[in-house]
């Protein structure tokens, strides 16, 4: 059973297109949202997480939006370059197990 | 400040025999995290180790077992490897509290012949 579902599998856009990747969550405990960037041969990296008392967060072209009520966050990149072409996942997890539910991932491939 | 070190980055073994992966954390992270990536799966969550105890532990069988040392340095064995073992394994640091971020390593892909 997927705890954390993530949208879609594999994306395309063009270089300066918005990229928008989806993930719902089950767990109403969850209260740690990162979202992770991961290159071939590299372990994933941190780009930016939302803890749920806010509905976004930005740090320079990633945004993440959270709706609570609706169980489901999502990652939005502005500006997309092909140095973004990567695959991302979502997590979630609560403070007091610590432990990381992942979604599936999405493969984004920014075309020049 | 360094990264996060996993040895070895590849490894080939045989179905049946055991297998050792190190991590190094982050100098002064204590919290060290183990998941398996596997393209099927994802990234399942193994076990975290925090001052040298199991804070936590993922649904993998006994054959995957861990442990921590007193300078925060962790390894993963796994024994009577099968073939489905074969995957790209991750260790994160963090400083251990709450939701503290969590840094990878670029991991040991382990295959199993």
């Known amino acids: 059973q997927q705890q954390v579902k993530q949208s879609p599998q594999s994306l395309i856009v063009q270089k300066g297109g918005i990229s928008i990747i989806n993930c719902a969550y089950e767990?109403?405990?969850?209260?740690?949202f990162p979202w992770y960037q991961q290159f071939p041969g590299k372990g994933p990296a941190l780009l930016i997480a939302?803890?749920?008392d806010v509905s976004e967060k930005k740090e320079g072209r990633f945004t993440i939006s959270f709706n609570k009520s609706a169980k489901q966050f999502s990652l939005h990149i502005m500006d997309s370059q092909p140095g973004d072409s990567a695959t991302y996942f979502c997590?979630?997890?609560?403070?007091?197990?610590?432990?990381?539910?992942w979604g599936l991932g999405t493969s984004l491939a920014v075309n020049p | 400040k360094a990264g996060v070190t996993q040895t070895p980055r590849y490894l080939i073994k045989t179905r049946g025999q055991q297998v050792t992966l190190s991590c190094s954390p982050i100098?002064?992270?204590?919290?060290v995290s183990w998941y398996q990536q596997t393209p099927g799966q994802g990234l399942q969550f193994l076990f975290e180790?925090?001052?040298?105890?199991?804070?936590n532990k993922g649904n993998f069988p006994g054959r995957f077992s861990g442990r921590q040392f007193s300078n925060s340095r962790s390894e993963m064995n796994v024994s009577t490897l099968e073939l489905g073992d074969s995957a790209l394994y991750l260790c994160?640091?963090?400083?251990?509290?709450?939701?503290?971020?969590?840094?990878f390593g670029q991991g040991t892909r382990l295959t199993v012949v």
């Open positions: 180790y925090f001052s040298e105890t199991q804070r």
């Open positions: 767990n109403t405990a969850f209260d740690y």
């Open positions: 994160a640091s963090s400083l251990g509290g709450g939701n503290a971020e969590a840094f």
């Open positions: 939302i803890r749920p």
């Open positions: 997590a979630a997890s609560n403070g007091n197990n610590r432990k990381l539910i």
């Open positions: 100098s002064g992270h204590r919290s």
